[in-house]
């Protein structure tokens, strides 16, 4: 098992910056590939973004590509999510989740794991 916890949520204006984080603890956190997803109100959750194990590999949404960035410090058993240049269609609750398949997975099935979530706001 691997618990997880967000953080780092809140509300912001358009154009501006907010960092997720997401501790694991519990099995060993390494192993695993790591990915963020969201879910707007009355939409599916949708990938956002992943990482491989290791750090070396990530891959991103076509939205979010050249503002958003992953990144994890597996002594820290942390993967974060930095967001810049936010926009109001970014709103969403946004979900840390752990993968034992390939890093590059983007469906919501191939992760084992998930946090709780944490809501971004981001006002025009």
């Known amino acids: 098992q691997v618990q997880l916890v967000e953080s780092g949520g809140g509300l912001v204006q358009a154009g501006g910056s907010l960092r997720l984080s997401c501790v694991a603890s519990?099995?060993?956190?390494?192993?695993?590939?790591m990915g963020w997803f969201r879910q707007a109100p009355g939409k599916e959750r949708e990938f956002v973004t992943s990482i491989s194990w290791s750090g070396g590999s990530t891959s991103y949404a076509d939205s979010v590509k050249g503002r958003f960035s992953i990144s994890r410090d597996n002594a820290k058993n942390t993967v974060y999510l930095q967001m810049n240049r936010l926009k109001p269609e970014d709103t969403a609750v946004y979900y840390c989740?752990?993968?034992?398949?390939?890093?590059?997975?983007?469906?919501?099935?191939?992760?084992?794991?998930w946090g709780q979530g944490t809501q971004v706001t981001v006002s025009s």
């Open positions: 519990g099995h060993t956190f390494r192993p695993y590939n």
């Open positions: 989740a752990a993968s034992g398949s390939n890093w590059y997975a983007v469906k919501t099935y191939d992760y084992d794991y």
